[in-house]
T-cell receptor, first 112, second 117 residues
Framework: DAKTTQPNSMESNEEEPVHLPCNHS???????IHWYRQLPSQGPEYVIH???SNVNNRMASLAIAEDRKSSTLILHRATLRDAAVYYC?????????????FGKGTSLLVTP | GAVVSQHPSWVICKSGTSVKIECRSL??????MFWYRQFPKQSLMLMAT?????????EQGVEKDKFLINHASLTLSTLTVTSAHPEDSSFYIC?????????????FGPGTRLTVL
């Protein structure tokens, strides 16, 4: 899997938008960009994924750069429950039957 | 969404004893299950991959005789930590996938915290 780079930590105020960046300069054309998050003392949960176009779902939005070498996970209004470690993971569709390879992720702190 | 459960959610045991952790897919059949381990302040590390009805595939550095994995049905996989020692204390997380569809999403269990005294 291609490597991703994320900031170790970020901080946000409650009810403000949060932009979590991810760099993946060696991404291949068939790599999907996945985001998972892990709340404290819980297993990871799926957030969103995309290939080339921006994606929206009820949890977040994913903005993908035109050259696909970076992406940004957007939480439109952070809540205290969004405090978690967010993982940006690349995975080729052909590897979809294999385990996810977690990096260090970004620890998001949300303050009231 | 698909639900994966783990039991127990936490366990404390004495050094030298064995501990079994169950991972169940509650509303779907999981052809593949994965076991991860997570030490404090660290990321998830894959331990092994198990496919229903076949032997698990272990990652390099993971002792297969110490971490016994059984995936006897499409909804249940178990991880047994044999002769546990304090260094085995960790957060163990399983995930399951259906193996179907173009996007093979993985669903994670809530984790089991093991403390070995």
């Amino acid at each position: 899997d291609a490597k991703t780079t994320q900031p170790n930590s970020m901080e946000s105020n409650e009810e403000e938008p949060v932009h979590l960046p991810c760099n993946h300069s060696t991404i291949s054309g068939t790599d999907y960009i996945h985001w998972y998050r892990q709340l404290p003392s819980q297993g990871p949960e799926y957030v969103i994924h995309g290939l080339t176009s921006n994606v929206n779902n009820r949890m977040a939005s994913l903005a993908i750069a035109e050259d696909r070498k970076s992406s940004t996970l957007i939480l439109h209004r952070a809540t205290l429950r969004d405090a978690a470690v967010y993982y940006c993971i690349l995975r080729d569709l052909a590897d979809s039957g294999y385990a996810l390879n977690f990096g260090k992720g970004t620890s998001l702190l949300v303050t009231p | 969404g698909a639900v994966v459960s783990q039991h127990p959610s936490w366990v404390i045991c004495k050094s030298g004893t064995s501990v079994k952790i169950e991972c169940r897919s509650l509303d779907f059949q999981a052809t593949t299950m994965f076991w991860y381990r997570q030490f404090p302040k660290q990321s998830l590390m894959l331990m092994a991959t198990s496919n229903e009805g076949s032997k698990a595939t272990y990652e390099q550095g993971v002792e297969k005789d110490k971490f016994l994995i059984n995936h006897a049905s499409l909804t249940l996989s178990t991880l047994t930590v044999t002769s546990a020692h304090p260094e085995d204390s960790s957060f163990y997380i399983c995930s399951a996938s259906t193996g179907a569809g173009q996007y093979n999403e993985q669903f994670f269990g809530p984790g089991t915290r093991l403390t070995v005294l």
